[in-house]
């Protein structure tokens, strides 16, 4: 019976419920539905750089110019032209016996001689007198000196005061007076001041100290010696004369009655070459371009975010007494989830950069400088000179005796006597080499105090007490007897002393460490080596000579022509001689041009929620819409493909539909020829292909459902087992189109 009544009163409440939601004032013969307002979403154009920007470098070669350089091809010169001599007669003196010598022997001596010889030098050795070290005491300040503060606090005492707690008055003995009771605030304490210490702040720092400074030890770098042999004379090589006695006889002698004389002949310059170089060519630099380089990267972007509409649920709900299913369904908010769009970007990783290599490198040239050219130059090797061609002299036959042969004397080499000793020499001389000694430091850790200590003041406020006492509101005005005063002693708190700080001074902390110091810098002493001498004996020889007694000659005087001045010779001067060289000259080294390569944009499109949309109230549609439109689409048999006929259809029929903001439903359908899940792909993809076309143009996805039925809703009996037409075949493979949504 419950459950009846339950059902009655659901029935009653949905019908109520239904009744109340439909829409007011409908027309005869119009369509109304309640829809689900979309999600207004525009799109909105978002550039991501998907290429940096870079360098991009261009290499402009280097330019030349030619040049002309003049050398000197022959070196200036000169030629010799021949004055003659100048002649002339004179007297002269002819020997009819000529002088002659006899030679007289002074025999030779030999003596015996000690000579002391040096076999090594002296030298001096260098000792190294070491570096004289002291321990020293230092005071290393572990912790500054600071100081600290001691609040001396403020000395408080007590006094005794008077608190008239009822005033003097008067009283009449006719009107009384008035009295009322006041509350006034008395000080008990006064305000003062109290100080409180803000301690010094520290800080630990670790300095280096040395404790034992730098130094310097010399070492000795010997002396080098060498060995060497010495031949030593012992005995000089000597001769001995023997006299060949000189010989006599008569001879026919020719005087010369006219001296022989000069003519000088020139010889002339002989010239040679020879080769020269000059910098024929420049070379610029080469330039080499390394591209930037680039690595691939991605960047997610969302196109959409995430969002929820309403949908209805697909099942009524269970206690519905409703006939009509979708009176008692539920309207669920949906999550739908974002889309994003992956695009590929790429990262500069090296910008472009240039190589420069010299046009000329002598490293790879074995050394050599490149762009050398050669000339020739013609130059004087020996300069010209004169040949004396010598004039034979006119002689006349005069006999005279003659000595034909002089005395002389023979010599008969006698060889020395030599010894080979060896001795010592001195190669390098002791020297010293300084090897510093660094310093040895060490770390001490101190206290170090950054901010001394201060005071702060406190401000500490007067305590006050509230005392009740009496005074007169209206005097009296008769006869006054007078009432003194009532006063009562209280106790109070004054500031005897104010606070103040006591600076205690903090003796900075010191440690005596001990380090070591040079007190006299290592020195080197020298020890002198003396020289190493050995005692050879040798013979020394006075050579045998010979003592020449002259016998005089006789003469007979004659003439003869004799050159007074001799041939001389004219210097011509021989101008230098040049010639044009071309040469290569660098007017533009190598150069880079470098162009910037901006950066590449993309723009992806996202959709942005505008209007966020809802359940609406009811809104009228056109009846035609509601219910489902065919496309006229023609479908290749097992065909996705939109053909441009197909795109015509949808331009000219459901565009026009979608401009005026409703949502629409793209259904598609296959004949039954397949299976039935292959069937449902099918329809899935043509469905789908239309609503890329329409996004294609420009209308947001929230707007377009695409389903696909496969042959779940065929329009004839043409089912799988049945034999159909192609004709009839067609007519199944559909595509529709309904308002689902209407603004």
């Given at each position: ?232 004379v012992v005995q000089p090589a000597s001769s001995r004369l023997e006299i060949v006695p000189a010989q006599y006889g008569t001879e026919t002698v020719e ?383 097992g065909s996705a493909t939109l053909t441009p006929a197909a795109r015509a259809e949808i331009d000219r029929v459901l565009i026009p539909v979608l401009a ?49 039925f496969g042959e779940s809703r065929l329009l004839n009996n043409c089912s799988d087992g049945v034999s159909c037409t192609e004709r009839d075949h067609r ?13």
């Open positions: 019976m419950k459950k009846v009544l339950l059902t009655i009163l659901s029935f009653v409440v949905c019908t109520i419920a239904f009744a109340q939601d439909l829409p007011t004032n409908p027309d005869p013969g119009k369509c109304y539905k309640r829809c689900v307002t979309p999600d207004v979403w525009v799109n909105q154009d978002v550039t991501i750089q998907v290429a940096p920007a870079y360098k991009k470098l261009k290499v402009v070669p280097a330019q030349y110019r030619t040049e002309n350089e003049e050398v000197v091809v022959q070196s200036a010169g000169q030629e010799l032209s021949v004055v003659p001599a100048q002649y002339e007669t004179q007297t002269f003196e002819v020997e009819v016996q000529g002088p002659s010598q006899r030679l007289e022997k002074v025999a030779g001596s030999t003596d015996t001689t000690t000579e002391e010889m040096i076999v090594q030098p002296g030298y001096q050795e260098l000792t190294v007198v070491p570096a004289k070290y002291e321990t020293q005491n230092f005071d290393v300040t572990t912790s500054e000196g600071g100081q600290t503060l001691a609040v001396i606090p403020a000395k408080l005492g007590t006094e005794n005061f008077e608190v008239v707690v009822q005033e003097a008055s008067q009283r009449l003995e006719v009107v009384p007076a008035k009295y009322e009771t006041r509350t006034e605030t008395v000080i008990v304490q006064q305000a003062y001041q109290k100080l409180e210490s803000i301690p010094a702040q520290y800080e630990t720092r670790t300095e280096t100290v040395v404790v034992t400074e730098a130094g310097q030890r010399m070492e000795v770098v010997p002396a080098k010696w060498g060995t060497e042999t010495v031949e030593v005087v010369v009655v006219s001296e022989a004389s000069q003519r000088l002949e020139v010889i002339p310059a002989k010239w040679g070459t020879e080769t020269l170089s000059y910098k024929k060519r420049e070379y610029g630099s080469t330039l080499t371009v390394v591209p930037a380089k680039f690595s691939s990267d991605y960047q997610v972007i969302e196109t959409k975010p995430a969002t929820a509409k309403w949908g209805m649920s697909d099942t009524p709900a269970a206690d519905c007494a409703s006939s009509d299913p979708n009176d008692c369904r539920y309207w669920c908010y949906k999550n739908v989830p974002a889309q994003n769009i992956t695009v590929n970007t790429t990262t500069l990783a090296a910008d472009a950069q240039v190589i420069t290599k010299p046009g000329c490198d002598t490293a790879t040239n074995n050394g050599e400088d490149c762009g050398m050219g050669t000339y020739t130059r013609r130059v004087v090797q020996t300069p010209a000179t004169t040949r004396v061609i010598e004039i034979p002299a006119v002689t006349k036959t005069v006999k005279k005796t003659v000595m034909t042969q002089p005395p002389t004397t023979r010599v008969i080499e006698i060889p020395a006597v030599t010894k080979t000793i060896k001795k010592t020499v001195l190669v390098a001389p002791a020297t010293t080499r300084v090897i510093d000694i660094p310093a040895v430091t060490k770390e001490v850790t101190r206290r170090v105090m950054v901010t001394p200590p201060t005071t702060r003041v406190i401000d500490v406020p007067a305590v006050t007490k509230e005392v009740k006492r009496t005074v007169m509101v209206t005097p009296p005005t008769t006869r006054v007897v007078e009432i003194p005063a009532v006063t009562k002693t209280m106790k109070r708190t004054v500031v005897a002393t104010p606070a103040t700080t006591r600076v205690t001074e903090i003796p900075a902390t010191t440690k005596t460490m001990k380090r070591t110091v040079m007190a006299t810098p290592p020195t080197s002493r020298a020890i002198d080596i003396p020289a190493k001498t050995t005692v050879i004996r040798k013979s020394v020889l006075s050579p045998e000579t010979t003592r020449a007694v002259e016998i005089p000659a006789v003469t007979k005087t004659m003439k003869r022509t004799v050159m007074v001045t001799p041939p001389t010779t004219r210097v011509i001067e021989v101008p230098q001689k040049t010639a044009t060289l071309k040469k290569t000259v660098l007017a533009n080294d190598a150069r880079v041009e470098e162009v910037t390569i901006p950066a590449v944009n993309k723009t992806v499109t996202k959709e942005v929620l505008q209007t966020k949309g809802g359940l609406t109230t009811w809104a009228e549609v056109d009846c035609k819409l509601v219910e489902y439109n065919s496309l006229n689409i023609n479908w290749d048999l005026d903001g409703v949502s629409v439903e793209i259904a598609s359908h296959t004949d039954s020829r397949g299976s039935k899940a292959s069937n449902r792909s099918l329809s899935e993809r043509r469905a789908q292909a239309v609503t890329n076309y329409l996004i294609s143009k420009g209308i947001n996805s929230s707007r377009i459902v695409s389903n696909g007519v199944n493979r559909r595509t529709q189109f309904r308002v689902i949504d209407a603004n």
